[in-house]
């Protein structure tokens, strides 16, 4: 079965709208694909809505989930970076030949390792892989990240 191209899209049709086959059969339940390239959220507000695609950002009775409590924090950063490199995985797995989203994927990844590795040296380790270049076994070592007003005097 031929499946609609973005371009063969009828007019008016935006990110919110996905493709089905060109002829559908009738009494078929279809749930349409995701477009190629579809726009994308920053990192910090995908993390907040809870996709990337706000084609995909359909909240339950309209609800909008407007505050995250680590935004503009050095743990916020990489958890919004993690989860902007997760939601394209999943996207590139249905979309493989998209090489914009393929090039976003690396460019991401390699912001959350450079991101890891400042947040490693200034806090300590995240995950047990970030003490291989560690001289002692610091992991409970704090503070931890909600301790660090606490202690740091602010």
């Given at each position: 079965m031929e499946t609609m191209k973005p371009d063969m899209m009828p007019e008016g049709c935006d990110a919110k709208f996905g493709v089905?086959?060109?002829?559908?059969?009738?009494?078929?339940?279809?749930?349409?694909?995701?477009?190629?390239?579809p726009p994308m959220y920053?990192?910090?507000?995908?993390?907040?809505?809870?996709?990337?695609?706000?084609g995909l950002d359909l909240p339950f009775m309209n609800m909008?989930?407007?505050?995250?409590?680590?935004?503009?924090?050095?743990?916020?950063e990489l958890m919004a970076l993690t989860f902007m490199a997760k939601e394209l995985q999943l996207y590139l797995d249905t979309h493989p030949d998209d090489q914009d989203?393929?090039?976003?994927?690396?460019?991401?990844?390699?912001?959350?390792?450079?991101?890891?590795?400042?947040?490693?040296?200034?806090?300590?380790?995240?995950?047990?892989?970030?003490?291989?270049?560690?001289?002692?076994?610091d992991w409970l070592r704090g503070p931890w990240p909600w301790?660090?007003?606490?202690?740091?005097g602010k």
């Open positions: 089905l086959p060109a002829c559908a059969p009738l009494a078929t339940s279809w749930v349409p694909p995701q477009g190629m390239n920053a990192p910090e507000e995908a993390l907040t809505r809870g996709t990337l695609f706000p909008v989930n407007k505050s995250n409590p680590y935004a503009g924090t050095p743990l916020g989203a393929f090039k976003a994927l690396k460019d991401t990844l390699a912001l959350k390792r450079e991101g890891t590795k400042r947040y490693v040296k200034l806090y300590g380790p995240l995950r047990l892989e970030d003490m291989e270049d560690s001289a002692n076994y301790e660090y007003c606490e202690r740091m």
